[in-house]
Each structure stands twice: as C-alpha cells, then as structure tokens.
C-alpha cells in the first residue's frame, strides 16, 4: 500500500479548494445581481410583483439548500435536459444566495428614515432617480459588513454540492479519505482549509462595521 504525506493530501486538497472559491465566486455574484434585481422590483410594490418577490425569498430561505441542489440537479432530468454538476450546483447556490441578499439589502434600504424618501419626492425626482441619489448610497453604507459576512456562509454552503458529484474541497477530502484510510487527517486538514478561507472574510466584515459604525457617530 502507497504511503501518503501530509504534503500529499494537502496538495490534493489545495487543488480542489480552488473549485470551491470558483463556486463560491460564482454563487455571490450571480445571486447578487439576481438579488438587486428582485430588491428593486420588490421596491417598485407593483401590485402583485411584491408579493411574488417575498414568495420566492420564503421558499428559498424556508427550505433546506441541500434540497435545492436535489432538485436543481434532478429536475433538469425530468426535463429531459442533461446537466452537469457544475451547472446544477452553480444555479442552485445562485438562486439561494440571491434570496438571502435580497432580504438583507431590503433591511438595510428600510433602515434609511422615511424622512429621505419624501425629501426626494419633495425634489420631483422619479424613482429611479430617488433610489439612485438619494436611498441606495446610504443604504450600501448599511448592507456591506452584512454583505461580506454572508459571503461565509456561501462559502460553506459549496460542501453541499458534494452531494450531487461536484468535486470541490468537501467531495475532495471524502476522494482523498477513502485512498489513505486517514479520515481524521484528511478532514482536520479540510476543516482548516474552511477557516483559512473564512475567517480573513469574518474578520474584513468585522472592520467595514466597525469603520461604517464609527463613521456615522
């Protein structure tokens, strides 16, 4: 039987931990410009459109993200249409990231008073223009050390994806585990990989509250 060094595993793991970031990456950007995106129509409070807006967000935070994938990765097949893990796992984290971000930056935009509302209005401004000058710069003051604390919970939410074939540093480490029959090792080694990649995201979100916080005194 092969012996494998710590450096082995470690290497192999640091292969896969790439896939996680990419994922990641992947699953904060789209969900965010899908969540500005609903925010805004959420905003509008079109009749109808607020309430289909608040129903997503309630199924996707109201249902457990591993279904998500599940379903994301299965249903395409009852479609007829052939995915890959990559696709399923991209899609899914995307649409569930989108629903936690709008529901944050909607906090954040009913946290700016009342008061700047009608002083926009007061200027004739449409609501565009209400949104673009006056209540979303303030309200980014707000959602950023939320924002990028989220990201954590993104990150750790790609282990997920192991459930349906993706190879990232979850998957990696079980791969790895059943080759070396060092499980202990190997997931010591994946746990601290998890913390090397979230805690400098803690930390960050921890000084942009700090900073916003002192700033606003």
């Not at 935009?109 to 401004?125: D, F, N, R, T, Y």
């Amino acid at each position: 039987m092969p012996e494998f060094s710590l450096w082995d595993i470690l290497r192999n793991l640091l292969l896969a931990a790439r896939w996680t970031v990419v994922l990641s990456l992947i699953a904060f950007i789209g969900g965010g410009l899908v969540g500005g995106l609903l925010l805004v129509l959420r905003l509008t409070r079109l009749r109808g459109v607020d309430r289909a807006v608040a129903v997503y967000v309630q199924v996707f935070q109201g249902t457990p993200l591993l279904m998500q994938l599940f379903l994301t990765y299965f249903g395409f097949a009852l479609l007829g249409l052939q995915t890959s893990p990559w696709t399923a796992a991209g899609l899914a984290l995307t649409l569930y990231t989108s629903a936690f971000l709008t529901e944050i930056w909607r906090g954040c935009v009913a946290a700016i008073p009342k008061g700047q509302w009608e002083a926009a209005q007061s200027l004739a401004m449409s609501f565009t223009e209400q949104l673009r000058h006056v209540i979303l710069p303030q309200a980014l003051r707000i959602a950023i050390p939320p924002t990028v604390g989220f990201l954590v919970q993104v990150v750790k939410g790609t282990a997920l994806a192991s459930v349906i074939g993706f190879v990232e540093l979850t998957r990696a480490g079980n791969m790895i585990s059943n080759v070396t029959y060092q499980p202990f090792t190997v997931f010591a080694c994946v746990a601290l990989l998890y913390f090397a990649l979230c805690w400098p995201i803690s930390l960050y979100a921890q000084t942009l509250e700090r900073k916003l916080h002192a700033s606003r005194r």
